[in-house]
């Protein structure tokens, strides 16, 4: 097995895990969200199993809608700790993992992001990302003073000029710009710094930016878009993609997309890492991971499992749990909700049983087997031109985690899959990625730049 | 001399120190701005000494007047470290001192504020503390899609909106509000979550913040405004002044203002701490100390002197620098000019000795002399009602600090001045400040919250 073949792995630590079970289990600290010490030692476990990232999933707001009535206080999706705050800390107490954070292009401003991930990067000497995303929710508008979302496609178009503004803006310093001679006095070279001057439908942004190029040339983009435009940012921008895919067919269908659209930029194939979310359950036996689920699913607190389901059923509170999944009443909700139902009906599911299969895995694909059955079905991904490695969605921290690495990393490596350790000192270095060069480098010295 | 007349004392750790020729001095690392080993080096240094706090200042862009030609290359003013990721990579490797960045109230949005410092306080366990400062500068509104910078009043107005929104937002969570009660699947009691449904003239925000109440209640409030509306929002909302004060007389009107007006809030004259900033230059003797000074002076760039008194002279830079101060020719900055050219005249002053007179300080009071003539100083101001304390501004990094720790502390604590150690484990425990009661546990059991 070549090294190019290898597989990257993130983490996803986003407060207790994913699963809306996860809480209750005995092994999570469930006042972890709030506490440092609990990612530390999340980070710390990721670390030392090698791993690339650290991720950070964010919201700029508590979804509150409370439905059915009593289901929000039930879910552990509140509070918990702004993500490049929380990754900058980390950043202290490791040294080699990525740290990725997730923040919002259409409730921040360039100059601020821009400066804060550069600074994270110097902080953490060349490990930061910056999982670029807008913001959909009527909740998160609320806090910044919107009476409603921004528009899809104004989201996407103010989130492609926010990507051009902030890597403009790590281009202001070329990387030898400072001279630091104390005896001539001279603490820059002037003609090593570019302002910006940015000035376009969304942003006028004149730079130059107050950090120094930063260890990794910039921070590694990470994008997770599925739509067109979505693609098309990645495509132009993202060093990583992470997406949501529930099988094979798709996954490729995606990778060979985003993939396809790279040369249009001027990026070869393998300047952009698909990474697709991947909730592993794993024991030494098939039967001990299925009981394992199971643990988890009976773990669900029905009115949260309802509230999971309220949005395609509508509030079914007063039928019995384990009674049959009744018609969808609403017109509204008919159509959407038609898929669920007929799977309901064709898997004789009672009302329990459709919010655990809706809970479990949230979007992304969930494999419940031996630590065999979870390679398989990762080398198979890759092989198959679906992935270049995993996001891995722990359902409950840090034991969906310890037991990914405890059982599933092992048997990687045994398969020459994942490394023994870290290649380089950068996360750029370790994804195998090449560092991005400067513009004005590039202008003077001729040659295409690597990115935009 | 009892306990509450010791002195609080905090550190101003931005870049490389505050004298202008400071970079350049043999005892400092050029390239520390942009580097953490440097910043945490100066922590350690601060809070082996168990100063309060370590204060970092900020801006939000580079003030790009290359005048005289060629001045801005040989300052130390441009590239840093963003002030909240800095200090929550300190926080993780620091255990008791304050930790207070500055952060705009222009730029920023409440929302993200509140939730960054909410985090800082959760990281650090309660040493978060937040310099509440609007930005003045164009080279400001540059970076943020204005034309020039915003007018006085209304970055006032917004600033006490701003500072009203976040500490609404601190009240969000009652401190016991999380129950994480595993076995009934209850993550939160919903009474003690409150909505804030802010609708202002510069901000709508719903809320709530997705932070726990924090461990200090809320972060320590700084604020250094020396206007009358400065002054309000202060006696709103400080817990802290960092003010910048030459002289005793001046200092001691400015203590009575400030103090003065917190009856009107409702606050006792204990609750805010005024800090004037002193830059102490410390020596075994008098002369030992006037020698530091002079080899600080001598360090500062001729260019940068010249920027330094650019703005009331105009470019000198055609002048022999120690030949006497010309007399000031465009009518514009004859009136601001006045007192210093009349300065020059009375002392004999060259212009080399005019642009060291002016950079020395910037703005703070110096004090030259041997650790008991700072500590005679430091405490006829306390004794005056003039300070509560003070803000070192150290001229250079790590030597200023690093003096200022082995020569005046051990004088001030034979003096009963200043603590053996921390008496708490929060900042706003070791300032001796009260914790702010929730607004919604105040309204709920009755009796006046301590703070609005």
Redesign the interface.
Known sequence: MTEQRQLKLGVSIRALGYHAGG??H?GVP??GA???AHF?NVARIAEAAKLDMLFLAD????R?K?QPA?S?????Q?????P???L??????TSRIGLVATASTT???P??LA??F???D??S?GRAGWNLVTSWSD?EA?????DHQMAYDDRYERAMEFAEVATGLWDS?EADA?R???AS??????DK?H?LDHRGKH??????L???RTPQGRPVIVQAGASEQGRDIAARFADVVFSAEQNLASARDYYASVKGRLPAHGRRAGELLILPGLVPIVGATRAEAQAKHDELQELI?P??GLAGIYGNFGDLSGYPLDGPVPEPQDPKLRSRAAVMFRLAQEKGYSIRQLYQAVASGRGHRTVIGTPADIADTMADWVEQKAADGFNIIPTHLPVGLEDFVRLVLPELRRRGLFRDDYEATTFRGNLGLPEPRNRHVAAREGGVPLSA
């Open positions: 809480w209750r005995p469930a006042d709030m506490d440092f530390l919201g700029l707001g508590i509150q409370d009593g929000l206080c039930r879910s552990n509140n509070a918990e700790l702004e490049i705050t929380l900058s800390a980390l950043a202290a107490l409730y921040n401003e100059y601020h400066r804060k550069g600074s994270l110097h902080i000497k909740a609320f806090n910044f003073g919107r310093w400072f630091h001679d104390k006095g001279v603490f820059y070279d002037p710094l302002t942003f006028a942004v004149r730079g130059p107050s950090v120094a607190d009115l949260v």
